[in-house]
């Protein structure tokens, strides 16, 4: 079943939000700002990033959206914040787990929907936060630490919506209470940008209001320009998410569905679960396979994007093993393969559905083959391919003229998932 046919009501809602329409940034403008190209040049670069859904929703094991579907009122809710004590939470672990995958970048949900702040947060309603329940432990400190000692750029979630104000629901009826979830969203970006060193990337989502409308609808609550440029007094090079109300700096497609269509020319972002199911720790287990997860990123790096791929660690902190050991796997591909994705961008040839994408950096283009063909017909390139190769594998027989480029591939060519060639230019395409 497909993740669409899985979700329902205002969960599935907010993942169709979120489905970027590709052609037009939605979110209100702010002058200056989206950084600059040179500015988000590392983001672009490094292509492959794990995404973390990790709070009280662990317990339930049954999705991040738990509290909400299952009508539990905030104040039962709240009693799993007197259980969870995660005794295997090591942040150190889950970077060298993100390493291992070829990941470079890490976004953890600070504060999921559900209102329970993973850190010491003064700004917090009700004092919900992770150091003030029975867990006694800052985990943002903990996780951007491992981060920074690793060198591993660090991001953070935040989601100003809060289920448990009555505001959020019915701001007409609860002006004050809608204040009051504000108030709390910009103290809580002030402590997350103030206090934790070095912070790349802000991952708002949810700033809609009622689960209705888009979030840009909600600028009048949040005044996301103003909120994000108190973000950015804080930390100037902050790689910012769209979902704010804000158009932010890139574009983010949700969901696990392929990524098809041309080469989207601004920076983007798909984020899908490794885990079918749901991004927080869920009972049920579907796990991507390693050729799935392959198959994705080469489709989304070929169109110009990165990937966001999510884990959910247990009630205990943990990254189950069996997702430990699918992310090596990705990564002992990342090895042999990275050089085809890291540090590139997408082209010279636009993307043929199911049939090949291209990636280019310097006078290399790599060709993802996605297909079986023993013959790759590619259109028309201007500079000269002065040799083309197998990624670790064998030359390729190739023929360009100016009605294309044809590439034989012979049997035997490693083909898992699919093949990488590189063509020598003599010039940058
Ligand atoms: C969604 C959901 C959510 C998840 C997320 C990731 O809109 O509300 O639970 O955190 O987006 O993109």
Known sequence: MSEVETLTGDELASKLKNNVVFNRRLGVKGDGLRLTPEEMAWWQD???????HWGLYAIPADGEWYMHFSKMPAEQYAKYADEFKPSRFDARAWVRTAQSAGMKYMVLTARH??????????????NYCSTKTAAKRDFVAEYTQACHEAGM????????????FPGYFKPDEFPEN???MKKQCWGQ???????YGQIDVLWYDGAWLAHKGTDADAAWLWEPVKLNAMARSHQPKVVISPRSGWEGDF???E???????????????????????????????????????IVMLVNVVGRGGNVLLNVGPDREGEIPPAHVERLREVGAWMEQFGTSIYGTRAGPFQPAEKRYCSTKRGKSVFVHVLDGAAKLELPPLEPKVLACAALHGPALKHTQSETGLAIELPPGLDRSPLAVLELQLDRPA
């Open 255 to 293: 969901g696990g569905h392929s990524a098809a269509g041309p080469i989207i020319d601004w920076p983007w972002e798909k984020c899908l679960n490794l885990n079918r199911p749901s991004w927080g720790f869920n009972h049920e287990q579907d796990l991507m396979t390693r050729d799935e997860v």
């Open 251 to 253: 574009g983010t497609d």
């Open 153 to 164: 750029r660090a991001g953070l979630y935040y989601s100003p919506m809060d289920w448990r």
């Open 113 to 126: 929907h559900d209102g329970y702040a993973l850190w010491d947060s003064p700004a917090s309603y009700g």
């Open 178 to 180: 809608a204040q009051l």
């Open 46 to 52: 490094a292509k492959f990033g794990m995404f973390i």
């Open 189 to 195: 970006i002030e402590e997350l940008m103030r206090n």
